[in-house]
T-cell receptor, first 114, second 113 residues
Framework: EAGVTQSPTHLIKTRGQQATLRCSPI?????VYWYQQALGLGLQFLLW???????NRGNFPPRFSGRQFPNYSSELNVNALELEDSALYLC?????????????FGSGTRLTVV | GNSVTQMEGPVTLSEEAFLTINCTYT??????LFWYVQYPGEGLQLLLK?????DKGSNKGFEATYRKETTSFHLEKGSVQVSDSAVYFC????????????FGKGTHLIIQP
């Protein structure tokens, strides 16, 4: 069974540009979660999608947005990039009823803003 | 709301030393408890979990026991190896809300040969 896959692995953008990050969940998982892991800051919850709808978002500005497609894959968009957006962006998936058993994470996309 | 508190480190130990990483939590309801590990340059991997009081999760020589009376889930290993060097995250899920898992800030473990 394929795990959670994220693309690209690395992304370099300049300040002010837009970045698009992609995530494919494990087959059968309907929930996708996005986290930002900036250096020294631990995991910061960004967004949660389930069944195509946004269920919750963390304390991030509106330029962080995303969507979930009918096949449950997801996209995270970051507009008007700032230097402090440089971080590892992690995606995780689960099925809703499986939350008591945890998430499965992808390997992340390393975004560097220069 | 839910919260997780864990020692942030870095925690530096010599190979074959005994490891304890403390984790305490506050939660609504009856949470499931998790430890995740992040090796350098990688995403998070589920290390072990426990879903009810007094359950012991174990994997790769690591253990943690769900202590409801002290709201704790401390991670232990009897003899650490250099390959255990990583960041360890404690997490909880208590259901019902739209928050998914709640993570601690992570503990950076460094094992020296």
């Amino acid at each position: 069974e394929a795990g959670v896959t994220q693309s690209p692995t690395h992304l370099i953008k300049t300040r002010g540009q837009q970045a698009t990050l992609r995530c494919s969940p494990i087959s059968g998982h309907t929930s996708v979660y996005w986290y930002q892991q900036a250096l020294g800051l631990g995991l910061q919850f960004l967004l949660w999608y389930d069944e195509g709808e946004e269920r919750n978002r963390g304390n991030f500005p509106p330029r962080f947005s995303g969507r979930q497609f009918p096949n449950y894959s997801s996209e995270l968009n970051v507009n008007a990039l700032e230097l402090e957006d440089s971080a590892l962006y992690l995606c995780a998936s689960s099925f809703l009823q499986g939350l008591p058993y945890g998430y499965t994470f992808g390997s992340g996309t390393r975004l560097t803003v220069v | 709301g839910n919260s997780v508190t864990q020692m942030e480190g870095p925690v530096t130990l010599s190979e074959e030393a005994f490891l304890t990483i403390n984790c305490t939590y506050t939660a609504t309801g009856y949470p499931s408890l998790f430890w995740y590990v992040q090796y350098p340059g990688e995403g998070l991997q589920l290390l072990l979990k426990a879903t009810k009081a007094d359950d012991k999760g174990s994997n790769k020589g690591f253990e943690a026991t769900y202590r409801k009376e002290t709201t704790s889930f401390h991670l232990e290993k009897g003899s650490v190896q250099v390959s255990d060097s990583a960041v360890y995250f404690c997490a909880i899920y208590s259901g019902g809300g739209a928050d998914g898992l709640t993570f601690g800030k992570g503990t950076h473990l460094i094992i020296q040969p």
